[in-house]
């Protein structure tokens, strides 16, 4: 759809796994200060939370129209995914 080289796709593609350098220890940081203050329900609010936003930024990747913003909204999808992981 965005008329991409399979280098240019690569590249933006590989974007998703360089979130990975933070987005995980901010996901394991969360849930562990939720865990301290709630107990397993704080850990668990924090991942329903993560996976709800992710829910709802693949609906809207799904439906973005433009490079950048398909770029940028992947990028939110990535966040929520690996901290969800964390």
């Known amino acids: 759809e965005f008329n991409q080289t399979t280098e240019s ?4 593609a590989s ?8 987005a995980r220890g901010v996901g394991g940081f969360a ?5 301290a203050r709630m107990g397993m329900r704080g ?13 709802a930024m693949v609906l809207i990747f799904a439906n973005t129209n ?3 913003g ?3 909204v992947m990028i939110v999808f990535s966040i929520f995914v690996q ?3 964390g």
């Open 31 to 35: 849930s562990d200060k939720m865990s």
């Open 43 to 55: 850990r668990l609010i924090v991942q329903t939370v993560l996976l709800a936003c992710e829910g």
């Open 15 to 22: 974007i998703f796994g360089w979130m990975n350098l933070f």
């Open 83 to 85: 901290a969800a992981e």
């Open 70 to 72: 398909a770029i940028v």
């Open 66 to 68: 433009n490079l950048a």
């Open 9 to 12: 796709a690569a590249a933006i």
